[in-house]
């Protein structure tokens, strides 16, 4: 039960930190244009800068090399952050 609440609370603070960058866009056409290209948002870079910040994300990725695009765990995320991009 600890280690599910570990590996919830690691992707929460991951996919609330893409919000909140999301959040300061200046205007939803600026966010929709940066939807239409994925590249334009470093959810990687995101990602990175959680793991040094929080434990529960360094638990939930486990070795910073996991922190990919090829990494399986980071997929649900990264599919649920574009497409509410797309909203």
Same mark, same amino acid.
């Given at each position: 039960?600890?280690? &599910?609440? $570990?590996?919830? %609370?690691?992707?929460? @603070? +991951?996919?609330?930190? =893409?919000?909140?960058?999301? &959040?300061? %866009?200046?205007?939803?056409?600026?966010?929709? #244009?940066?939807? @239409?290209?994925?590249?334009?948002?470093?959810? #990687?870079?995101?990602?990175? /800068? =959680?793991?040094?910040? /929080? /434990?529960?994300? $360094?638990?939930? #990725?486990?070795?910073? @090399?996991?922190?990919?695009?090829?990494? *399986?765990?980071?997929?649900?995320? *990264?599919?649920? +952050?574009? /497409?509410?991009?797309?909203?």
């Amino acid at each position: 039960m600890v280690v &599910a609440y $570990k590996f919830d %609370q690691g992707k929460y @603070e +991951i996919f609330n930190a =893409c919000h909140d960058i999301f &959040a300061k %866009q200046k205007s939803h056409n600026e966010v929709r #244009i940066k939807a @239409e290209g994925k590249d334009r948002f470093d959810f #990687i870079g995101v990602v990175k /800068s =959680c793991y040094e910040t /929080s /434990s529960m994300v $360094k638990y939930y #990725i486990g070795d910073p @090399e996991n922190i990919t695009l090829d990494n *399986r765990k980071l997929w649900p995320l *990264r599919h649920r +952050i574009y /497409s509410e991009l797309k909203m």
